[in-house]
């Protein structure tokens, strides 16, 4: 079974308590490693992070699974990353 490259978490507008937004979640091969980014789009802006993971392929496929799974924010995503890598390793 092929893994995803990218998941898209579609998060609407509501008023007052949220603007409407789009999460990316992606990972991709980089010279033998894996990168990993979070990418966050409203209508009028657009934030991209990305780490570099040295870890099996099967492992970086978990964890943007695990982010798109669980809607980890732009905001803490990567110490999420951090905490989790030991635990897939």
């Known amino acids: 079974m092929e893994e995803q490259n990218e998941y898209i978490r579609t998060f609407s507008?509501?008023?007052?308590l949220q603007p409407a937004y789009r999460l990316t979640y992606r990972i991709r091969p980089q010279n033998g490693?894996?990168?990993?980014?979070?990418e966050k789009r409203t209508k009028t802006a657009q934030r991209k992070e990305a780490i570099l993971l040295c870890?099996?392929?099967q492992a970086a496929h978990h964890?943007?699974?695990?982010?798109?799974?669980?809607?980890?924010?732009?905001?803490?995503?990567?110490?999420?990353?951090?905490d989790a890598v030991p635990n897939i390793m």
Do not use: H, K, T
């Open 33 to 38: 490693e894996w990168r990993l980014e979070v």
């Open 55 to 57: 870890c099996p392929e």
């Open 13 to 16: 507008e509501i008023e007052g």
């Open 63 to 82: 964890l943007v699974r695990f982010l798109y799974e669980n809607a980890v924010p732009m905001e803490s995503w990567q110490d999420i990353v951090a």
